[in-house]
């Protein structure tokens, strides 16, 4: 790791935010965000969360170019408590443990590039505050994320992290929810990314499961691709009891006798929704290529 993770970076606050400068934005970055967003909000109808779809509407996301925090915030302060943040890049885990455990979800502040409209490799502001901030109007969900940030804390001393975080990656990052008998999506990852959007609902190759903790707590995830299995909910308030509400140290002590699952696998324990083919990973392992299209290395 080139940077430094004890000290924030120069500019920096000590607990790593940074002002967003929202005036410093050029009109070609909020045209990005303009375009990503009527793309996406269009592809989502009917796809996303209902939850999610009121929180754009509510959060008044769809006001044109990049959203200012500080106005975001006032709105989301008076509906959940939260606020949005800006931080230079990745955290420290207990700094990003400690804002969420304080209801500020902690946003990059910089946008894509016009080339990179379909793929990038870090979290831009698009992927942070329309795929993440929208959910966080919906009590249950806002809920969830202050517990995990508390939990998150805890699992640093259990040294637990690894399994807490592909909770964080198969319910916040890439999780589906059932809603009056259909499959949506919620996760971040799926709702800012415009091919996952469909691959994730629509595609024959991945495993649609239903959701389990401590299954979840064991499944290696892929950061290089499309998820080989996707987890459903069955509400946010379901899930929050799951977790909020329960105590992880007899479970962190559980998984430690526990291998691992991979990503692909379905075990005897499981409700499936969908067996899913896997065509998608044995096509790209077949063309040795990744998911933009570059040389495995
Ligand atoms: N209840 C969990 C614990 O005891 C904390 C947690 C809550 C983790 C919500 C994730 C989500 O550690
Ligand atoms: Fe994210």
Redesign the pocket.
């Known amino acids: 790791m080139t940077t430094d993770l004890m000290h924030p970076p120069p500019g920096a606050r000590a607990d790593w935010t940074i002002p967003q400068d929202w005036a410093r934005y050029s009109p070609c970055e909020h045209r990005v965000w303009d375009e990503l967003f009527a793309r996406q909000s269009t592809m989502l109808r009917g796809r996303a969360s209902t939850s999610f779809l009121e929180g754009l509407d509510t959060l008044r996301l769809s006001r044109s170019g990049i959203p200012d925090f500080e106005e975001l915030s006032e709105r989301l302060r008076k509906l959940t408590g939260w606020q949005v943040v800006a931080v230079p890049g990745l955290v420290p885990d207990a700094v990003f443990f400690e804002h969420l455990a304080n209801r500020r979800f902690v946003a990059g502040r910089f946008i894509r590039k016009p080339e990179q409209l379909d793929y990038l490799e870090e979290p831009d502001v698009f992927h942070d505050v329309f795929g993440h901030v929208p959910l966080l109007s919906n009590p249950a969900f806002a809920d969830?994320?202050?517990?995990?940030g508390?939990?998150?804390l805890?699992?640093l001393d259990?040294h637990a992290l690894k399994n807490?975080a592909r909770?964080?990656w198969y319910?916040v990052e890439f999780g589906l929810i059932r809603e009056h008998g259909a499959i949506r999506l919620y996760g971040a990852g799926i709702v800012s990314s415009f091919s996952e959007s469909v691959f994730a609902l629509d595609d024959p190759s991945p495993n649609r499961l239903q959701f389990d903790l401590e299954r979840v707590m064991r499944t290696r995830y892929r950061i290089d691709d499309y998820q080989q299995s996707y987890f459903v909910i069955d509400g946010f308030e379901d899930?929050?009891h799951q977790?909020?509400?329960?105590?992880?140290?007899p479970?962190?002590r559980r998984l430690e006798g526990l291998s691992d699952i991979s990503p692909d696998a379905i075990i005897p324990s499981d409700r499936v929704l969908n067996r899913g083919t896997q065509a998608h990973v044995s096509l790209r392992a077949r063309a040795g290529t990744t998911r933009n299209g570059s040389e495995k290395t």
Do not use: N, P, S, V
């Open positions: 969830y994320m202050q517990a995990y508390l939990g998150g805890r699992a259990f807490l909770l964080y319910t899930l929050l977790t909020a509400e329960a105590d992880f140290a479970l962190y």
